[in-house]
């Protein structure tokens, strides 16, 4: 059984950086494709960025491109996403979530292909 379980949520002004973690456990990181997803106050959960289990260069949303930077800890069996330059419409609960599958490129911004999912931690950009 997959565990994930999220930290480092926090408020901050807009302009901060934060780093989200989310430490795996039951599983080996490098066996499993990673995502994280968000949802803010409102409105439905949406793709942040993804990992796949294969390797190469993880995927993003247009919004997190250039800011969020998704990264993998293998020693740790941990999965980092780096924010910077936060904005108020990031303020969300980020969730991690995990499959076992290696998905394919048209999936990984699918929460319906994760079978795993965290808790989340609350992000909170407010000036």
């Known amino acids: 059984q997959v565990q994930l379980e999220e930290s480092g949520g926090d408020v901050v002004r807009p302009g901060a950086s934060l780093r989200l973690s989310c430490v795996v456990s039951?599983?080996?990181?490098?066996?499993?494709?990673m995502a994280w997803f968000r949802q803010a106050p409102g409105k439905g959960r949406e793709f942040v960025a993804a990992?796949?289990?294969?390797?190469?260069?993880?995927i993003s949303a247009n919004f997190a491109k250039g800011r969020f930077t998704l990264s993998k800890d293998n020693s740790r069996n941990t999965l980092n996403l780096q924010m910077s330059n936060l904005e108020a419409d990031d303020t969300a609960v980020y969730t991690c979530?995990?499959?076992?599958?290696?998905?394919?490129?048209?999936?990984?911004?699918?929460?319906?292909?994760?079978?795993?999912w965290g808790r989340g931690t609350q992000v909170t950009v407010s000036s």
């Open positions: 979530a995990a499959d076992v599958t290696d998905l394919i490129t048209s999936r990984l911004a699918d929460q319906r292909a994760y079978d795993y």
């Open positions: 039951g599983r080996s990181l490098n066996t499993l494709t």
């Open positions: 990992a796949r289990r294969r390797g190469g260069s993880p």
